[in-house]
Structures are given as C-alpha cells and as structure tokens.
C-alpha cells in the first residue's frame, strides 16, 4: 500500500484547512485509516483514526474541532481541521493498517500562525 498525503501549509489561528491522503495498491485489505502528528521536540502523538467500519477516534485536544472521514470510492481519507490553533503546529502524517502491517505516507507540514 501507498500512501500519498496532502494539505499542508500555513495558517492564522482560528483557521481551516483539508488533509487529505490517498492509499494506493492493495487497498481492499485496509481496515483502518487515521492520522498522526508530530510536533517539534515532541514524540508522535494520534490524531484520528477510521475504520472501514465506520468507528472513528479523536485525540481529546482535536475532539469537535477536526473530523475525520473517507472517501471509499477514491480510497482516500480526509481530515478537516477547524479553529486550528498553534499549539496543532506539527507534520502530519497519515497511516493505513495493512495486516500484518502498517503503512506511513510521507508527512506534511501544517503551521498555524499569525
């Protein structure tokens, strides 16, 4: 599986912005989909998952803030990131569970600043 993220960039507080991440390869074995972040000096944190199920996981920071969600046709999932604030200043990374594996796609930056 592949994974190609996009997105990024800069914005003010209290901003919006879209990620997205398209799998590509043996994307019928994917049973969920989700999004980390890591923010400078800090490790790896989760961000939100999504199951082929339909279950959904929020970090409590993002929690009504971002929303996460799929497209199945285009075997993308998005993540919608409302009131960003500085401290979501980080690489974004989307990842996909490919059993027996995990699958990363390259980071992208996202800065929220004024």
């Known amino acids: 599986v592949q994974l190609q993220a996009s997105g990024g960039g800069l914005v003010q507080p209290g901003g919006s912005l879209t990620l997205s991440c398209a799998a590509s390869?043996?994307?019928?074995?994917?049973?969920?989909m989700g999004w980390y972040r890591r923010a400078p000096g800090k490790q790896r944190e989760l961000v939100a998952t999504?199951?082929?199920?339909?279950?959904?996981n929020y970090a409590d920071s993002v929690k009504g803030r971002f929303t996460i969600s799929r497209d199945n046709a285009k075997s993308t999932v998005y993540l919608q990131m409302n009131s960003l604030k500085p401290e979501d200043t980080a690489v974004y990374y989307c990842?996909?569970?490919?059993?027996?594996?995990?699958?990363w796609g390259q980071g992208t930056q996202v800065t929220v600043s004024s």
């Open positions: 990842n996909a569970g490919v059993p027996p594996g995990i699958y």
């Open positions: 390869g043996r994307t019928f074995s994917i049973n969920y």
């Open positions: 999504f199951t082929m199920s339909g279950t959904t």
